[in-house]
């Protein structure tokens, strides 16, 4: 449960790190007010906010289906190792 909260919250922060690095890189101080205006965070906030609802949907369409059981990865008997994956839980 903590990796897609984790996954939306760095979708979420991409924009402004971007943001920051162009300023790092462009030398206009990255800590100056002037530097990050009400438009332009809003502006990065909407951007942000359209790759969390993105994420969202990529993770309801690609991710594991509802109810399904996780088996993580684990060495079989033979020493082999077995690559974890989801199976439909058994009714």
């Keep these: 449960m903590i990796r897609p909260v984790f996954t939306e919250l760095a979708l979420f922060l991409?924009?402004?790190?971007?943001?920051?690095?162009?300023?790092?890189?462009?030398?206009?101080?990255?800590?100056?007010?002037?530097?990050?205006?009400l438009s332009r965070v809003a502006s990065l906030a909407i951007v942000a906010a359209l790759l969390v609802i993105g994420g969202f949907a990529g993770l309801a369409s690609f991710g594991s289906p509802p109810?399904?059981?996780?088996?993580?990865?684990?060495?079989?008997?033979?020493?082999k190792l077995v690559p974890g994956k989801t199976v439909p839980r058994p009714q």
Aim: aromatic share 14%.
């Design 14 to 37: 991409i924009p402004f790190l971007l943001y920051g690095l162009f300023l790092l890189a462009t030398r206009r101080g990255l800590l100056h007010p002037e530097s990050w205006p």
């Design 67 to 79: 109810g399904s059981i996780y088996i993580p990865a684990h060495v079989d008997k033979n020493g």
